[in-house]
């Protein structure tokens, strides 16, 4: 019995030092992938327009006869676009000033040439900025200081003598940030996703760390699951095959040394042979029983390995979330 508890804290110590030297070397491991990924990426400066919606108000049915007058002129064409204009970088872009990073004084944006602005009204903003019309179709933003993440809404009237093949779209005029970029993404299309995981709302650093040691402590779980769910088996399998071998004679063999043991600690060795300690086996005849990570019963095991198999599911989805393919 001695024997079997000190090969149990062995087993259990060698775990709870495995474990810890993997958590330290996970830890150190995604610190420092992250660190290296962050500063060969860098931050990232850069504006977006996103268009939220586009739609032609003169669109009607052909058997209707509809007239729409804007400044006492009639309009052909006429559309609306909300568009978000958004700070998508990492930086601070100052707008004004000695520190000013644009060239100029503002983002330059402009419609097709066939069209022209006739309205825009500005709907909802996080930092004060305004809109000007530089020209019929053309127009800019001015802004003192635009921090990361903060944006503003802007609905923007445009018309048209003729019929447009494509929806008329802003588009940047120049690069006007300087070692930056202004992008127009029309979402109408694209359609993003509604909704942002909580490790993606962290700044980018602290969410590429996290998900390369949420990655790289799934993978291992998972492979530590694994080995585990073999090791039982083996182990049952072994302890399954030894008992149809030789239980029967290691059953006469402990009535053979019953003066040296007790009804209770017979019994306890019938129901667990592998603890029988060392010594006690030498006129055994036939083959020590020997395993350390048997399931207790066939329908045990079955129902441990569904669950771990659950596990495995689970943690190889969450690889995929964090690292999407």
Not at 208 to 226: E, N, P, Q, R, Y
């Amino acid at each position: 019995m001695e024997k079997s508890n000190k090969v149990e804290r062995r087993v259990s110590s060698f775990f709870e030092r495995f474990g810890l030297v993997l958590g330290i070397v996970v830890g150190l491991v995604a610190l420092v992938i992250g660190l290296l990924s962050y500063l060969a990426m860098g931050q990232k400066t850069e504006i977006a327009a996103q268009v939220l919606a586009c739609d032609e108000l003169t669109t009607y049915h052909p058997e209707l006869e509809a007239k729409f007058i804007y400044a006492g002129e009639e309009v052909a064409h006429l559309w609306k676009l909300k568009v978000k204009f958004v700070n998508s970088g990492d930086k601070t872009i100052v707008g004004m000033g000695n520190q000013a990073n644009i060239i100029g004084e503002g983002l330059n944006f402009m419609f097709p040439e066939d069209t022209k602005i006739l309205r825009v009204e500005e709907e909802a903003d996080t930092f004060q900025s305004d809109v000007a019309q530089l020209d019929v179709n053309k127009f800019q933003i001015q802004f003192s200081q635009w921090r990361s993440g903060e944006y503003m809404i802007s609905s923007f009237y445009v018309a048209s003598e003729q019929p447009l093949a494509v929806d008329p779209c802003p588009a940047a005029l120049n690069r006007d940030i300087i070692d930056g970029d202004v992008v127009v993404q029309d979402l109408t299309k694209e359609r993003p996703s509604e909704q942002m995981s909580l490790i993606d709302r962290l700044p980018r650093p602290m969410s590429l760390s996290g998900k390369i040691m949420g990655g790289i402590s799934a993978g291992v779980l998972t492979l530590l699951f694994i080995i585990t769910l073999i090791w039982a088996w083996i182990d049952t399998v072994k302890k399954f095959t030894w008992e149809k071998r030789y239980l029967s004679s290691f059953r006469s063999y402990l009535d053979h040394i019953e003066p040296a043991l007790s009804k209770s600690i017979k019994r306890r060795y019938e129901n667990a042979p592998e603890t029988l300690p060392d010594n006690l086996w030498a006129n055994f005849e036939g083959k020590k029983a020997s395993w350390s990570l048997d399931f207790p019963n066939k329908p045990a095991g079955t129902v441990i390995t569904i669950i771990l198999a659950f596990a495995v599911f689970g943690l190889s989805c969450l690889i995929l979330m964090l690292f999407p393919v």
